[in-house]
């Protein structure tokens, strides 16, 4: 049995420890995560950080590293497309239509870094579409990932904030709070490509990882997270 290092988008947490638990049962192979952003685990592999596989939030990132022989182009494939929440852990805050944007009734509102985070640049594009991003800049309350921004709301440190769908649903139903769906019209699709990074080419158990999350059961499993595919 062989070993996989994964470097995973941290709005991707819970369907990933769930298949990393099935991949060890059906192949014997053992894959070890580590969770966060998709801008810093870009960072980190361009400083060799021993990765043998991303599981990133967007699909510029993998592109980027194919293209600096970084990875392997031809392992690169979309594993989810990723949907945008505006949430609050208080029932009735957040109302469907997302009219608590404009209507200001709350101090913070938790927003994952833009610039590293596929979920945050999302979040800053709907905000700009329905004209609200100047009015609620000084409320914003930064996580440096979505997960980190999921907490910031989950403790109640901002009444609301955007986050992946993933994070809020159990079983296809919300777990607590109150939550709009963001349109997709409002942003760009949220892409999220898994590419095998340069240095497990030969990796058979990164090769079995991937086999794995394109198989039927893994799809559905990972559609009943609240993701397309």
């Known amino acids: 049995a062989g070993e996989v290092s994964v470097a995973v988008a941290a709005n991707f947490t819970a369907p990933m420890q769930k298949i ?13 995560l580590a969770f966060g952003s998709t801008g810093r685990f870009y960072a980190q592999i ?17 592109a980027k590293l194919a293209r600096e022989g970084l990875a392997v182009d ?14 609050s852990k208080q029932p009735g805050l957040v109302d469907a239509q997302g009219l608590v ?25 709907v905000m700009t579409h329905l004209g609200v991003l100047n009015t609620l800049r000084p409320k914003f309350v930064q ?9 910031f709301v989950a403790t109640q440190n901002a009444q609301l904030g955007f986050v992946a769908l993933s994070q ?11 939550m709009w769906i963001v349109p997709k019209a409002l942003y760009s699709p949220i892409r999220q490509d898994a590419v095998v990074l340069q240095r497990a080419a030969g990796n058979e158990a990164a090769q079995a990882l991937v086999t794995l999350l394109k198989s039927p059961n893994i799809q559905d499993l990972i559609r009943s997270y609240g993701y397309d595919i």
């Open 74 to 87: 031809a392992s690169r494939f979309t594993y989810a497309i990723g949907k945008l929440a505006l949430w």
């Open 143 to 151: 996580g440096e990932n979505i997960a980190q921004t999921h907490q």
């Open 101 to 125: 944007l404009k209507s200001g009734t709350f101090d913070k509102i938790a927003v994952a870094d833009p610039k590293l985070a596929p979920y945050g640049a999302a979040a800053v594009e």
């Open 20 to 32: 990393a638990n099935l991949f060890e049962q059906d192949t014997g192979h053992k894959a070890t």
């Open 168 to 178: 809020v649903l159990a079983g296809g139903k919300l777990k607590s709070g109150s």
């Open 46 to 62: 361009k400083n060799v950080a021993p990765f043998d596989l991303l599981l990133s939030a967007d699909d510029e990132t993998p």
